[in-house]
Every structure is written in structure tokens, then in C-alpha cells.
């Protein structure tokens, strides 16, 4: 198993930033992906970005490109940073880890979820 906690969320004006964190934990050596996902009030969940974990390949969703994905291996640790927020960027956003190296913008490919941390942009 492999436990996920997400942390740096919180309100964000208009026009800011934002700096995601998700801590991995658990039987790490299983984790081959990781992705972000987020899942605004009324909408479906949908993909931000996905990274391979070992290689650091980067898959980004369409209309994604103001989010940029990291990891820190040595710390299992994945990012996500994100600039200039609007109000629909409001949403809950989940980290996952996966053991599969296909489809990583797909959310029924990966295997452990975290809870979840809301992102509020608002003046």
C-alpha cells in the first residue's frame, strides 16, 4: 500500500500562484507514475499533469501549461506549482500514484489516491 498527503493548499488571489506538495509513504518502490487531478464544485474530476517516476517524463493536459510537475525522489515527494490563478481554478486538488507507465492522464490508471486539498482563488 501507499499513502498519500497532499498540503499547500489553501486561498489564493486572483492572478497568484500556487505550490503544491504530496508526500508518498508506504511501499513506495511500487509508485512507476504519479499525476495530479483536481475536481472544482459540479464538475467531474479531471487531469492536470502526470510524471514517470524514475525517467521524470512530463505529460501535461490540454489548457495545463500554467502548471508545471516536479518530483524529488530521494524525498518522495511530487509538486505541482501553478501561476496565474483564476477563480475556475477553484477546485479540490488530489495527487495519485500508479504502477503503470501508460495512460498517465487517465484516472482509472492509477492505483492510491490522497485525500485531497482545497485551492480557493478569491479576492
Known amino acids: 500500500q501507499v499513502q498519500l498527503l497532499e498540503s499547500g493548499g489553501g486561498l489564493v488571489q486572483p492572478g497568484g500562484s500556487l505550490r503544491l506538495s504530496c508526500l508518498a509513504s508506504?511501499?513506495?518502490?511500487?509508485?512507476?507514475?504519479m499525476g495530479w487531478f483536481r475536481q472544482a464544485p459540479g464538475k467531474e474530476r479531471e487531469s492536470i499533469a502526470a510524471?514517470?517516476?524514475?525517467?521524470?517524463?512530463k505529460f501535461y493536459s490540454d489548457s495545463m501549461d500554467r502548471f508545471t510537475i516536479s518530483r524529488n525522489i530521494a524525498e518522495d515527494y511530487v509538486y505541482l506549482e501553478g501561476d496565474n490563478l483564476s477563480p475556475e481554478d477553484t477546485a479540490v486538488y488530489y495527487c495519485?500514484?500508479?504502477?503503470?507507465?501508460?495512460?498517465?492522464?487517465?484516472?482509472?490508471?492509477?492505483?492510491?489516491w490522497g485525500q485531497g486539498t482545497q485551492v480557493t482563488v478569491s479576492s
Open positions: 495519485a500514484a500508479g504502477r503503470n507507465l501508460y495512460r498517465l492522464l487517465d484516472e482509472e490508471v492509477y492505483d492510491w
Open positions: 510524471i514517470m517516476w524514475n525517467k521524470g517524463t
Open positions: 508506504g511501499n513506495t518502490f511500487s509508485i512507476r507514475a
